[in-house]
């Protein structure tokens, strides 16, 4: 049998993950220009070697929540390990009836994943099978995008406004007779940045009267005010949207994979009647999302050393005159004044693990929020490979 190469396997993984990230070119950052990109070549994401986590002193490259999971996830993950034997249909039926409560619709208007990841491309799927085009900011998170694409869809990028919100009269222009979807990440991967809720309301109910409008709310939650962002509400009023949650984020389950998207009921049964919803779903990370839910203290918690941890790197980073996107996020992104391979391997070699985009052939650097200690290590670090 032929020995796969682990680190040429880990590399590519890297170089994967990596490239769902960012879409082309920001122009709009650097020129201020907004309107439809003027290529749809990804960026390249840079990845010098595969990082040696055990010697990682801080994992800020890929969003996760260095807190989680709770006390109470890893409680109830423990006791049902004992019902590994059964499927877990019953515990998923529990958790969306729990969402469906949390979000003012109907259990027929949610559908669960292993993470919200399997539900984005699943929508692709099911919408782009004849192909069509999906609208989109640019930059934005490529995941949903790449999968239509590899069914045969054309991407219509539109740029950013100046000020990094989705240019909503432009992307209202770009549907056509072809599009088959919008999608929106509000707040954005990779810039951090949010869009106007009131605005994206009122572009949410015009456009989805001709095409579903799908938003990724993967980073809601960390809003101080999250409800009133978010764009459920709509879902519950009949609009076709469709807003996709993650539990890998602010409840800091990633490696668990949890997620769901709310929708119409019809949107759902497009899925649902071509693939099972609840098979792929593991019974110990379905306990912990229900424990994850009830447990609101530690979300509050999350968000509060989250946002302390992005004030104080906000405030080091710009004191060295770098411009960092205000970011709403878990995450920032400002570009740096240095080549982009050579600071990526240098932040690595200092035990810092980060994500560098080459975005309009300049480098961008990404960073993660992690514990206020990790904070420390990157801004240290940052300063001396800068330097
Ligand atoms: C905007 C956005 N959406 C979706 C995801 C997918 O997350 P998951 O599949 O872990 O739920 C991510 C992950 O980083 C993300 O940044």
């Known amino acids: 049998?032929?020995?796969?190469?682990?680190?040429?396997?880990?590399?590519?993984?890297?170089?994967?993950?990596?490239?769902?990230?960012?879409?082309p070119s920001i122009p709009s950052l650097a020129s201020g220009k907004s309107g439809f990109a003027s290529k749809s070549v990804l960026s390249e994401v840079l990845s010098a070697s595969p990082f040696n986590e055990s010697r990682m002193l801080a994992r800020l490259n890929a969003n996760e929540n260095p807190y989680g999971p709770s006390p109470k996830v890893i409680q109830a993950i423990s006791e049902s390990i004992s019902m590994g034997n059964r499927y877990g249909h019953?515990?998923?039926?529990?958790?969306?009836?729990?969402?469906?409560?949390?979000?003012?619709?109907?259990?027929?208007?949610?559908?669960?994943?292993?993470?919200?990841?399997?539900?984005?491309?699943?929508?692709?799927?099911?919408?782009?099978?004849?192909?069509?085009?999906?609208?989109?900011?640019?930059?934005?998170?490529?995941?949903?995008?790449?999968?239509?694409?590899?069914?045969?869809?054309?991407?219509?990028?539109?740029?950013?406004?100046?000020?990094?919100?989705?240019?909503?009269?432009?992307?209202?222009?770009?549907?056509?007779?072809?599009?088959k979807l919008v999608y929106v990440c509000n707040p954005n991967n990779p810039t951090g940045s949010i869009t106007n809720s009131s605005e994206l309301k009122d572009f949410c109910k015009t456009v989805s009267t001709k095409v579903p409008v799908f938003v990724d709310e993967a980073y809601l939650e960390f809003l101080d005010n999250p409800e009133s962002h978010s764009m459920v509400g709509l879902v519950s009023k009949g609009h076709d949207v469709i807003v996709a949650r993650t539990f890998s984020k602010i409840h800091g389950m990633a490696g668990l994979r949890i997620g769901y998207i709310v929708a119409q009921p019809d949107r759902i049964k497009s899925i649902t009647t071509k693939v099972r919803s609840t098979m792929g779903l593991c019974v110990t990370s379905l306990k912990g999302a229900i424990a994850s839910m009830k447990d609101q203290e530690f979300l509050?918690?999350?968000?509060?050393?989250?946002?302390?941890?992005?004030?104080?790197?906000?405030?080091?980073?710009?004191?060295?005159?770098?411009?960092?996107?205000?970011?709403?996020?878990?995450?920032?992104?400002?570009?740096?004044?240095?080549?982009?391979?050579?600071?990526?391997?240098?932040?690595?070699?200092?035990?810092?693990?980060?994500?560098?985009?080459?975005?309009?052939?300049?480098?961008?650097?990404?960073?993660?929020?992690?514990?206020?200690?990790?904070?420390?290590?990157?801004?240290?670090?940052?300063?001396?490979?800068?330097?």
């Open 300 to 387: 509050k918690n999350c968000r509060t050393l989250n946002a302390a941890s992005r004030e104080f790197v906000s405030r080091e980073i710009t004191s060295l005159g770098y411009d960092i996107i205000p970011s709403y996020t878990s995450f920032m992104i400002f570009p740096i004044a240095m080549d982009g391979p050579k600071f990526l391997k240098a932040m690595n070699e200092k035990g810092v693990g980060i994500r560098v985009f080459n975005i309009h052939d300049k480098p961008w650097c990404r960073v993660s929020m992690g514990t206020m200690e990790e904070m420390e290590i990157f801004v240290d670090s940052f300063k001396t490979v800068t330097t």
């Open 90 to 179: 019953r515990d998923a039926f529990t958790l969306i009836e729990m969402i469906a409560e949390k979000e003012g619709v109907s259990p027929e208007h949610i559908m669960l994943g292993p993470g919200s990841s399997d539900l984005l491309e699943k929508i692709a799927f099911v919408r782009f099978m004849e192909g069509g085009n999906v609208v989109s900011a640019d930059p934005s998170y490529m995941s949903l995008i790449q999968t239509a694409q590899a069914m045969g869809a054309t991407w219509k990028p539109v740029l950013l406004t100046p000020d990094h919100s989705h240019d909503l009269d432009a992307m209202a222009s770009a549907v056509d007779g072809e599009t």
């Open 1 to 23: 049998m032929k020995t796969i190469n682990r680190r040429s396997w880990i590399k590519s993984s890297l170089f994967t993950l990596g490239g769902i990230v960012v879409a």
